[in-house]
C-alpha cells in the first residue's frame, strides 16, 4: 500500500515554478532557547538577555540562525517533498540577510532553479531549490540553496 503525499514529483517541479507555502510558524522565546541548548550552541547572542541588551547592536537576542533555516525547510516540506524526496543532497549557499527576533512570525516560498535527470537511478532525478524566509514585515531573513534526490511519478502499475 502507498502512503498519500503532498509532496511534487521530479516532473512536477519544472524550473522557474515557485511556489508560496501556506504554513506561517511564529518563532518564540521557548523556541529558541530550547533549539539552542539542544543543539549545544550556547552563544549568548541567542540565551544571554543582558548580554543581548547591552553589549550588542541588536538590543535583544536574536534567534538562532539554525533554527531559521529548519523552520524555513518544515514549512516548505508539505508542498514540495513529502513522500516524494529520496534524499536532501546538501545546501549550495546559506545567507542570513536580516535578524530574527523572538515574536517574528516567518512565512516561506520555495522556487525551482534546475532539475536534471539521475544517470544512475532512472527512476528518480535532481531538483535544485531556492527556499527564501521573509518576516511578518516582507523582509527576507534567510535563503537557502539546496539539492534534493526526488522521486520521478510512479507508473500506473507501481501505483
Known amino acids: ?48 538577555f543582558d548580554y543581548a541588551a547591552n553589549e550588542t547592536e541588536f538590543g535583544q537576542p536574536l534567534v538562532n540562525s539554525m533554527l531559521t533555516l529548519a523552520v524555513l525547510i518544515g514549512i516548505s516540506v508539505h508542498e514540495t517533498t513529502l513522500g516524494t524526496t529520496v534524499a536532501n543532497l546538501g545546501f549550495r549557499e546559506v545567507v542570513f540577510p536580516a535578524p530574527v527576533f523572538h515574536g517574528d512570525t516567518l512565512r516561506g516560498e520555495t522556487e525551482v532553479v534546475e532539475r536534471r535527470e539521475s544517470k544512475s537511478r532512472p527512476t528518480q532525478g535532481i531538483v535544485t ?4 524566509a521573509y518576516n511578518q514585515k516582507d523582509v527576507l531573513v534567510c535563503r537557502a540553496v539546496r539539492d534534493a534526490l526526488m522521486h520521478k511519478e510512479p507508473g500506473p502499475e507501481s501505483r
Do not use: C, Q, Y
Open 129 to 132: 531549490f531556492e527556499h527564501r
Open 1 to 48: 500500500m502507498s502512503r498519500p503525499h503532498t509532496g511534487k514529483w521530479f516532473e512536477e517541479l519544472t524550473p522557474g515554478r515557485v511556489i508560496l507555502h501556506a504554513l506561517r510558524r511564529t518563532l518564540t522565546e521557548s523556541d529558541n532557547v530550547t533549539f539552542s541548548t539542544m543543539t549545544m550552541n550556547p552563544a549568548w547572542l541567542h540565551l544571554d
